[in-house]
């Protein structure tokens, strides 16, 4: 049974490009989280959506940031017209069920690190 | 105030040691938590979960104190392969959100 699956794990973009995330959640699991990690910072959370549905973006900064997961397919994390602040780790987690349901682990892929240059 | 407060360290200890963390959380309505561990540049696992009558995973234990809105881990008889960054984690009430602190790092030296 694979894990949660990131990809790229590394991402180099020129400020103003765009940059796609993916994350395949663990089999069986239908909700998938994002979160940011800054140099030297703990994890923010940005969105958790299930199939086709957004539950909570309020972590989600207002402008450039988009997030889905289609009914086909892996989630998607896209920044547009990245800049040098956008630089960071970005880390997919899915779970059975919402980690709002007492004690339901999280499962983290192993990220992917936007470098904006 | 942070929603989860965790001392930075680095906590430097040799192996063998009992080492103890703690953190405290705003959120009186919080209703899961957890210790994860993330080890540099990779991805956070889940350590244990913290339950209020507080529990045990061989060498770690870990502690709920709801009134004083604290958790605790414990460390006994630490190995090198117990370096890593600990973070503590806190599910809000009627929340999806897991909120991270941002880490307590612990150095085992032989």
């Known amino acids: 049974n694979a894990g949660v699956m990131q990809n790229p794990r590394h991402l180099v973009r020129r400020r103003g490009q765009e940059a796609r995330l993916r994350c395949s959640p663990m089999?069986?699991?239908?909700?998938v989280y994002w979160y940011r990690q800054l140099p030297e910072e703990g994890l923010k959370f940005m969105v958790y959506?299930?199939?086709?549905?957004?539950?909570?973006e309020s972590g989600m900064p207002k402008e450039r940031f988009s997030a889905e997961f289609p009914k086909e397919g892996p989630s998607i994390l896209r920044i547009q017209q990245v800049v040098r602040g956008d630089s960071a780790a970005y880390f997919c987690?899915?779970?059975?069920?919402?980690?709002?349901?007492?004690?339901?682990?999280?499962?983290f892929g192993q990220g992917t690190r936007l470098t904006v240059v | 105030r942070k929603e989860v407060e965790q001392d930075p360290g680095p906590f430097n200890v040799p192996e063998g040691a009992t080492v103890a963390f703690n953190c405290t959380y705003s959120?009186?309505?919080?209703?899961?938590f957890f210790w994860y561990r993330q080890d540099c540049r990779k991805e956070p696992k889940l350590l244990m979960s913290?339950?209020?009558s507080g529990n045990e995973d061989g060498r770690f234990t870990a502690q709920l104190n709801r009134a004083s809105q604290y958790i605790s881990l414990l460390i006994r008889d630490s190995k090198l392969s117990d370096s890593a960054t600990y973070l503590c984690?806190?599910?809000?009430?009627?929340?999806?959100?897991?909120?991270f602190g941002t880490g307590t790092r612990l150095q085992v030296f032989p």
């Open positions: 987690a899915s779970s059975p069920s919402g980690t709002g349901v007492m004690n339901t682990e999280a499962f």
């Open positions: 089999k069986g699991h239908s909700h």
């Open positions: 959506l299930q199939k086709e549905n957004i539950i909570d």
């Open positions: 959120n009186s309505a919080s209703q899961s």
């Open positions: 913290v339950y209020s």
């Open positions: 984690v806190v599910t809000p009430y009627n929340t999806d959100k897991l909120i």
